[in-house]
């Protein structure tokens, strides 16, 4: 069975620290993995990886992908508290599918 | 670009009511997802359309829960009869077929159940 595991569920930090949120999956047929932001409303996409190795970034934001240890990565440095919300990792596989982890809540206190 | 709309935003039954929630994706996207979030968990997706055919609907609970897409473009998800269980938010969402691009949600339906 496909699945996706999100670490730690769930963590506090202080303004200006730097976190990093985990993801390691197993599946058959990976096709890429996703990254998604949720406050109060739906999950806002942040990246889609598909390399190995290759780091993308958005501001203080930043994802890298390992396909052969199956797992990912979610940086954010210098956190202020709009980054406050649940991280939300999903691995596409064959026929568009999508599996979901439970995601990670980061609390960011001022 | 619009974005994938749903509708109603809130929605309040009793058990064993009927309720029914709609979605239209984005234009020109071929897949069409529902999902169910209980509070604190992630998305399960419940069923996959590709245009109007099912590609995946192993998790949807098929007693009670049925979900059609008869045009291939926006789709309804019904419970009859709802149990207290099913109180969560439904999220549709959309991506074009086979694309190395994200899928998009809609703002979802909350649904409480008393």
């Known amino acids: 069975e496909d699945k996706v595991v999100q670490s730690p569920l769930s963590l506090v930090v202080h303004e200006g620290d730097t976190v990093t949120l985990n993801c390691s999956y197993e599946v058959t047929n990976f096709r890429s993995l996703l990254w998604y932001k949720q406050e109060k409303k739906a999950p806002t996409f942040l990246f889609m990886l598909?390399?190995?190795?290759i780091e993308k970034k958005s501001g203080r934001l930043s994802s890298i992908l390992d396909k052969k240890e199956l797992f990912s990565i979610l940086n954010i440095t210098a956190t202020q508290t709009g980054d406050s919300a649940v991280y939300l990792c999903a691995v596409k596989v064959e026929d568009d599918k999508i599996i979901f982890g439970k995601g990670t809540r980061l609390h960011i206190l001022p | 670009e619009a974005g994938v709309a749903q509708s109603p935003r809130y929605k309040i039954i009793e058990k064993r009511q009927s309720v029914a929630f709609w979605c239209n994706p984005i234009?020109?996207?071929?897949?069409l997802y529902w999902y169910q979030q209980i509070l604190g968990q992630g998305p399960k997706l419940l069923i996959q359309f590709q245009n109007n055919g099912v590609v995946d609907d192993s998790q949807l609970p098929k007693d009670r829960f049925s979900a059609e897409r008869l045009k291939g473009v926006d789709s309804t998800l019904k419970i009859q009869p709802a149990k207290l269980e099913d109180s969560a938010v439904y999220l549709c969402?959309?991506?074009?077929?086979?694309?190395?691009?994200?899928?998009?949600f809609g703002d979802g339906t909350r649904l409480s159940i008393l």
């Open positions: 969402a959309s991506s074009p077929h086979s694309s190395n691009q994200p899928q998009h």
């Open positions: 234009s020109g996207h071929a897949t």
């Open positions: 598909t390399s190995s190795g």
